[in-house]
């Protein structure tokens, strides 16, 4: 008699400690609750890259420019026609103030550089140091080339290949001393670029900065002018070494 009333004691018992897991179980939608669950992660966002490469030769863009004053205000560009004088590479527009001393900080909406008559307008959304690099670089637009132009100092009277890399990245203070287009092999990090992105070779340097390519070459540029411009994209960049400023 003891013997039942204790087994029927145990089973109660146990009955009892099981309770609390099947509730929890109830509570999950019948599995069994985890305290160490957690929720998927976040897919990564995608990583943000200016195209280096383009079949197209056309710079034209019509969107809105802006103008970034000396007071940091931002305000619609209007261009400063030079009398008389007509640019075919902007498709017969005048030529704007890029004649002019002191060229105008401008500015485009997105991340993309655009092309406005001879000069680079930078994106809003890019950092501020990559529009430093492309205003910096517009000040050297339209000189000659000059082998060693751009490395005994930053300041020339034209620009070779090197040269011209050299005085944009020191533009946007990424650059102390200028590099020869070997020493921009090594130069940086390796690959493309999210904003930058930098091609040498033993004999020839260019970059590309928010998807405009600067060259002192004028291959696959229907422009056929030398010297430092902002040009088209490449169909392809073969034959060079690929670098980038760190986080850029």
């Not at 103008?67 to 004088?85: E, H, I, K, N, S």
């Not at 910096?136 to 490395?151: K, R, T, V």
């Not at 287009?181 to 020839?204: D, L, Y």
Request: net charge positive; aromatic share 8%.
């Amino acid at each position: 008699m003891r013997l039942r009333t204790l087994s029927a004691v145990l089973f109660s018992v146990t009955i009892a400690a099981g309770a609390p897991t099947s509730a929890s179980a109830a509570s999950t939608g019948g599995a069994s609750a985890s305290p160490t669950a957690t929720s998927p992660a976040a897919p990564a966002a995608p990583l943000h890259l200016s195209p280096v490469t383009s079949h197209s030769a056309n710079l034209a863009y019509r969107g809105p420019v802006y103008m970034r004053t000396a007071t940091g205000a931002v305000v619609p560009y209007v261009p400063t026609a030079v009398t008389g004088q007509v640019a075919d590479t902007t498709g017969g527009v005048p030529v704007a103030s890029v004649a002019l001393p002191g060229k105008p900080q401008l500015l485009v909406p997105g991340s993309r550089a655009r092309y406005v008559a001879g000069l680079a307008a930078a994106p809003m959304s890019a950092p501020a140091v990559v529009q430093q690099m492309v205003w910096a670089s517009n000040n050297i637009i339209g000189l000659p080339y000059i082998w060693g132009g751009g490395h005994a100092s930053f300041s020339s009277p034209g620009y070779d290949c090197s040269g011209t890399v050299s005085f944009a990245l020191h533009g946007g203070a990424l650059l102390k001393t200028p590099e020869d287009s070997s020493e921009f092999m090594h130069w940086g990090s390796h690959g493309i670029g999210r904003w930058v992105t930098i091609f040498s070779n033993p004999s020839h340097a260019y970059m590309t900065v928010a998807g405009l390519r600067l060259d002192t070459s004028a291959a696959d540029d229907p422009s056929n002018q030398q010297g430092p411009r902002w040009r088209p994209l490449r169909p392809a960049n073969g034959g060079f070494v690929v670098r980038h400023p760190l986080g850029l």
